[in-house]
């Protein structure tokens, strides 16, 4: 697990975003206002804007800049949403990008890429985390 001085108190990203049925993009966000306040631990800085949050920029066509600026220069969560409505697609198609997020790390390769992961984590036998988003549940505490 994650050095509990190195944690930040982060959405699941198995959480959807309440607009847009979004999995991961509650946490994007959250990420994104952690950045800005200077307060992204240090163990989140280095995917800042990389797996999952890089992958659902692509996902729904945005550049993560864009994405940060309107959370910089957003009042509040409510007017975060009504801009995101603005530079999102119409369609954002959550049904394909959720089911993205949680069989990421089931394909062949990805199943290579997660037991590594699970073995710098001290959990190589863990085949119950089975997919990157089981392992931040895991590394974030949320699963034992």
């Not at 804007?49 to 692509?58: A, E, P």
């Amino acid at each position: 697990m994650r050095d509990p001085n190195d944690t930040a108190d982060l959405p699941s990203p198995y959480y959807p975003h309440p607009a847009f049925g979004l999995l991961h993009l509650p946490r994007f966000i959250a990420k994104i206002h952690l950045h800005l306040k200077d307060e992204l631990p240090k163990g989140y800085q280095r995917n800042f804007t990389r797996g999952f949050d890089g992958f659902l920029c692509l996902h729904l066509g945005v550049e993560a800049k864009a994405v940060i600026e309107l959370v910089k220069t957003a009042a509040d969560d409510d007017e975060v949403t009504e801009r995101l409505k603005e530079i999102l697609p119409e369609d954002t198609q959550p049904h394909i990008w959720n089911r993205k997020v949680v069989q990421m790390g089931m394909s062949k390769e990805g199943q290579i890429a997660l037991q590594k992961s699970r073995d710098h984590m001290g959990v190589s036998n863990r085949m119950d985390i089975r997919s990157f988003a089981d392992m931040i549940e895991y590394d974030e505490g949320r699963i034992d």
